[in-house]
């Protein structure tokens, strides 16, 4: 199966005006991507500057240059956690865990030309050895159009938890 069949990329898509529904479309098909662990496909999501981002959970509403990220990663950083996630680098997902992603309350900010904030609420339940942990949060996105479709400007997934224990690891799975 194409996975890249399911991205919206249609021409009448790249020339009207975006809907909630093409944004939700966008969502759920990275969420597929990530809940097969299919990353190549995903990375192609992003533009070549883009940031994928994790506030702190006690600031979350601080920028990166303000305060210490549990994410803060370039494409070059990003493609290299894809990269060792699939190499046997990663030992300690072993076996891997399975995740599911829940997408839900999407909603368009602004937009400005090709450029649009949008925002999501979001739960991953992680399940490992018997164990689901639910990784619960909003999404704030910024997504650009491009001929290919939409894409990751910067990706950020603002954690509503208090703490991260139990739960742990959180780089690739939000």
Do not use: C
């Amino acid at each position: 199966m194409n996975t890249q069949a399911t991205l919206p990329t249609t021409t009448s898509a790249a020339t009207r005006a975006l809907t909630r529904q093409d944004i939700e479309d966008f969502f759920f098909a990275e969420a597929a991507l990530l809940d097969k662990f299919d990353f190549d496909p995903w990375l192609a999501l992003f533009t070549p500057d883009a940031h994928n981002l994790i506030p702190p959970l006690d600031v979350r509403e601080q920028g990166p240059q303000d305060a210490l990220y549990l994410v803060n990663d370039d494409m070059s950083r990003l493609t290299s956690r894809v990269r060792q996630y699939q190499g046997r680098a990663m030992w300690v997902e072993n076996p891997p865990a399975r995740t599911r992603r829940m997408v839900s309350n999407v909603r368009i900010v602004s937009t400005d030309g090709d450029e649009l904030r949008v925002t999501a609420n979001f739960i991953v339940y992680r399940i490992r050895n018997n164990d689901v942990d639910p990784y619960i949060g909003r999404y704030e996105h910024r997504l650009v159009r491009t001929a290919a479709g939409l894409r990751f400007k910067e990706r950020k997934a603002i954690l509503d938890l208090d703490a991260l224990r139990p739960f742990g690891k959180v780089t690739i799975i939000l």
